[in-house]
């Protein structure tokens, strides 16, 4: 963020270093994160909007000692390494990345894209690219314009700038060089663990299906029976080797 601005102050709406809620958001980047994770715990892992560092203790805890993280808000980066984090702050990620050429083997960028306005994202994830050595894997999340909540998941911050359908990610990703590119739905909520628990993921998938069906009214069954309707996206990219 600019210097006039303090991203903290929404973050902290969410996100705070009670030991419950680290350990919840442990186990969101693990549902985040998918199977990429090397099975060497030596590889160079980064984190692009590493913020409170959630995900830099995650990788911390499973043994990975490469892993880093790098921020644009001064407030967030202190709070890492007020937790003796590896966290760096920067002015520019995409200029950061363009002086590191195949430094990576796996970069994320959770919830991080869509905070940049669109003419910055292709330069972001061109500079991923650059920065990942032949193989490595890139994990970005971004919001879901097709979920029932799309509206209120692109202004619920500021600093949001746009949303993402299946098709615009898979098009930013292909622009920035990648080519084994998989983009699916991911939910937010971890996996049901009470009766009440249980009765949510009835009613989502019954709300799911009807808001499936009101979309096969206006694009056709084919198109509409894939469309996720999870609150966001997860795109998988491998750089060629």
Same mark, same amino acid.
């Given at each position: 963020? /600019? !210097?006039?601005?303090?991203?903290?102050? &929404?973050?902290?709406?969410?996100?705070?270093?009670?030991?419950?809620?680290?350990?919840?958001? #442990?186990?969101?980047?693990?549902?985040?994160?998918?199977?990429?994770?090397? =099975?060497?715990?030596?590889?160079?892992?980064?984190? &692009?909007?590493?913020?409170? $560092?959630?995900?830099?203790?995650?990788?911390?805890?499973?043994?990975?000692?490469?892993?880093? $993280? &790098? %921020?644009?808000?001064?407030? +967030?980066? @202190? *709070?890492?390494?007020?937790?003796?984090?590896?966290? =760096?702050?920067?002015?520019?990620?995409? =200029?950061?990345?363009?002086? @590191?050429?195949?430094?990576?083997?796996?970069?994320?960028?959770? %919830?991080?894209?869509?905070?940049?306005?669109?003419? #910055?994202?292709?330069?972001?994830?061109?500079?991923?690219?650059?920065?990942?050595?032949? $193989?490595?894997?890139?994990?970005?999340?971004?919001?879901?314009?097709?979920?029932?909540?799309?509206?209120?998941? @692109?202004?619920?911050?500021?600093?949001?700038?746009? /949303?993402?359908? !299946?098709?615009?990610?898979?098009?930013?990703?292909?622009?920035?060089?990648?080519?084994?590119? *998989?983009?699916?739905?991911?939910?937010?909520? =971890?996996?049901?663990?009470?009766? *009440?628990?249980?009765?949510? +993921?009835?009613? *989502?998938?019954?709300?799911?299906?009807?808001?499936?069906?009101?979309?096969?009214?206006?694009?056709?069954?084919?198109?509409? @029976?894939?469309?996720?309707?999870?609150?966001?996206?997860? $795109?998988?990219?491998? #750089? /060629?080797?």
């Amino acid at each position: 963020m /600019s !210097e006039t601005t303090d991203y903290s102050r &929404i973050y902290s709406k969410w996100h705070s270093t009670a030991p419950e809620h680290v350990a919840e958001m #442990k186990e969101h980047f693990a549902r985040f994160a998918g199977n990429v994770l090397p =099975a060497d715990r030596h590889a160079r892992v980064l984190d &692009i909007g590493c913020a409170m $560092g959630f995900a830099l203790r995650w990788l911390r805890d499973l043994g990975y000692s490469n892993a880093e $993280g &790098i %921020d644009v808000d001064e407030g +967030l980066v @202190r *709070q890492c390494r007020e937790q003796n984090l590896p966290a =760096a702050l920067v002015e520019d990620a995409a =200029a950061w990345l363009a002086g @590191r050429p195949g430094a990576f083997d796996l970069v994320f960028a959770f %919830d991080l894209v869509e905070h940049l306005p669109p003419e #910055k994202q292709l330069d972001l994830c061109r500079a991923v690219h650059a920065a990942l050595a032949p $193989g490595g894997r890139f994990v970005c999340t971004v919001p879901n314009a097709s979920s029932a909540l799309a509206g209120r998941w @692109r202004y619920m911050c500021w600093t949001h700038r746009s /949303s993402f359908t !299946e098709h615009s990610l898979d098009y930013l990703l292909y622009n920035a060089g990648f080519r084994d590119i *998989q983009i699916g739905g991911l939910d937010l909520m =971890a996996p049901p663990r009470s009766l *009440q628990g249980h009765l949510r +993921l009835v009613l *989502q998938k019954a709300f799911r299906g009807f808001r499936r069906l009101e979309m096969a009214t206006e694009i056709g069954w084919r198109e509409a @029976r894939n469309v996720p309707l999870e609150l966001d996206l997860r $795109g998988t990219a491998t #750089k /060629s080797a």
